[in-house]
């Protein structure tokens, strides 16, 4: 069965932390992306990647074929970082499968 | 910045009733997708359409769902005679090329069926 799996469920951080979230999958992929679900559930993606790094503001992504796994980082995190960001797949086909989130809070 | 919109935000409906769903994709994509989140669960896939047909479906999209690119600019996803178990978080997504690219989501409609 295609799995994705996140970690931490739940990080709780002070503001400046540097943030690391993280995602393994079971089987090879086509594309990775990460998302971010804000409290009134709205859903933004941040990246898609599919080798590599890629970066965005104080937001980076990295995946690692091999091990298939890929990470988030956040530098100098923000209060406003606070939300549930997703790590979502796809294997090959058109449908994303999405992992259970990670919940961020940054204390300020 | 192209967005994908949704309408109603909200709808409350009692057991029973049939419910539509509107989204507006992005004017150039040709994917379409409809998800779903029960709350404090993850999203789950439903059905995904492409060139005036569906593409595939998960094991959820029994005969109550339907689909519908009515026009060609909204994407509808109907559902017939809800269930309590329906009341979850619905998104529509669009590409412009499937799986391999950005999707874009609108910000969902929340329906509670009572």
């Given amino acids: ?108 | 910045e192209p967005e994908v919109t949704q309408t109603p935000s909200h709808q409350v409906t009692q057991m029973g009733q049939e419910v539509i769903l509107r989204c507006v994709p992005i004017s150039n994509h040709l994917y379409f997708y409809w998800y779903r989140q029960i709350l404090g669960q993850k999203v789950e896939f439903l059905v995904s359409f492409y060139n005036n047909e569906i593409s595939e479906k998960s094991e959820i999209f029994d005969d109550q769902f339907s689909v519908e690119r009515p026009d060609g600019s909204n994407f509808t996803l109907k559902i017939r005679s809800t269930k309590l178990e329906d009341s979850a978080m619905y998104f529509c997504a669009s590409s412009l090329v499937p799986g391999g690219t950005e999707a874009f989501f609108g910000q969902g409609t929340r329906l509670t069926v009572v």
Wanted: glycine share 10%; with cysteine.
């Fill in chain 1, 1 to 108: 069965k295609n799995e994705v799996e996140q970690s931490p469920q739940n990080l709780t951080a002070q503001e400046g932390e540097f943030i690391t979230i993280n995602c393994s999958y079971s089987v090879g992929i086509s594309a990775l992306h990460w998302l971010q679900q804000h409290p009134g559930g709205g859903i933004v993606s941040l990246f898609m990647l599919s080798s590599g790094k890629k970066k965005h503001g104080r937001l980076i992504a990295t995946i690692n074929i091999q091990e298939k796994h890929s990470s988030l980082h956040i530098t100098a995190s923000h209060p406003r970082d606070s939300a549930v960001y997703i790590c979502a797949v796809t294997f090959g086909n058109e449908k994303l499968t999405f992992g259970t989130g990670t919940r961020l809070t940054i204390i300020p």
